[in-house]
């Protein structure tokens, strides 16, 4: 089944500490969001890609890198730089007419 | 720019009663319009959208949603709800134009169906 994978679903870091959520997808979207989720705030864009060596920054880029080396692959580093990472990240890919696709999520937690 | 307002964070619900969730919008360009439904600890799921034509459009599941262009608002309907509607529902809008193509989500509405 066409679909993206999010991993891991669960991680927990000290303070300090740079983390990678990996996103993967076989749907053959060029393009690729990830998001932020905090209760009560909906969903906040953190970076976006629409084609493989390319990436936009989106509302909330500060503390978070991207690549897009492959068209299926669009991994997020939380850096130690984000003041405040505790949070559940979402990745979606885009298909039609803005119509997102969205992975299971991973659920980050700074102890 | 563009925003999206839920008006109500919660809905507690009957199981069978109706319930509508309230969305309103603003945009300078014209927009698509988009639901989506989270259940808990998963991603969001398309519930249904609009995109042009018909203003009343439906889900597989008997929801629907009405755009309303002169009140800028897009609000989820459902006659009957179910216990298994229990979720998390968010209204998201985007533009028409091709650059760019982000959406902007609202702050999402809990719903609780209760027995």
């Known amino acids: 089944d066409g679909g993206i994978t999010q991993s891991p679903k669960y991680l927990f870091r000290k303070e300090g500490q740079n983390v990678t959520l990996s996103c993967e997808q076989n749907l053959n979207h060029d393009a690729m969001y990830w998001y932020r989720q905090d209760p009560g705030q909906g969903l906040r864009l953190i970076y976006y890609?629409?084609?493989?060596?390319?990436?936009q920054k989106g509302d909330i880029a500060e503390g978070y890198s991207v690549s897009r080396e492959k068209k299926e692959s669009f991994p997020l580093t939380v850096t130690s730089a984000q003041k405040n990472p505790t949070a559940f990240y979402l990745c979606?890919?885009?298909?039609?007419?803005?119509?997102?696709?969205f992975g299971a999520g991973s659920r980050l937690t700074v102890l | 720019a563009q925003s999206v307002t839920q008006l109500d964070s919660q809905v507690p619900v009957f199981e069978e009663a109706p319930v509508e969730l309230r969305c309103n919008y603003s945009?300078?360009?014209?927009?698509?319009l988009f639901w989506y439904v989270q259940y808990p600890n998963q991603g969001l799921q398309l519930l249904l959208k609009?995109?042009?034509?018909?203003?009343l459009v439906e889900s597989i599941n008997g929801f629907e949603a009405e755009f309303n262009k002169s009140q800028t608002s897009f609000h989820l309907r459902k006659p009957s709800v179910h216990i298994s509607d229990t979720a998390e529902y968010f209204c998201a809008v985007s533009g028409r134009q091709a650059a760019g193509n982000k959406l902007t989500f609202g702050g999402g509405t809990r719903v609780l169906v209760k027995p």
């Open positions: 609009y995109l042009s034509g018909s203003t």
């Open positions: 945009s300078s360009v014209s927009v698509y």
């Open positions: 979606a890919s885009r298909w039609g007419a803005n119509v997102l696709t």
């Open positions: 890609s629409q084609i493989v060596n390319d990436f």
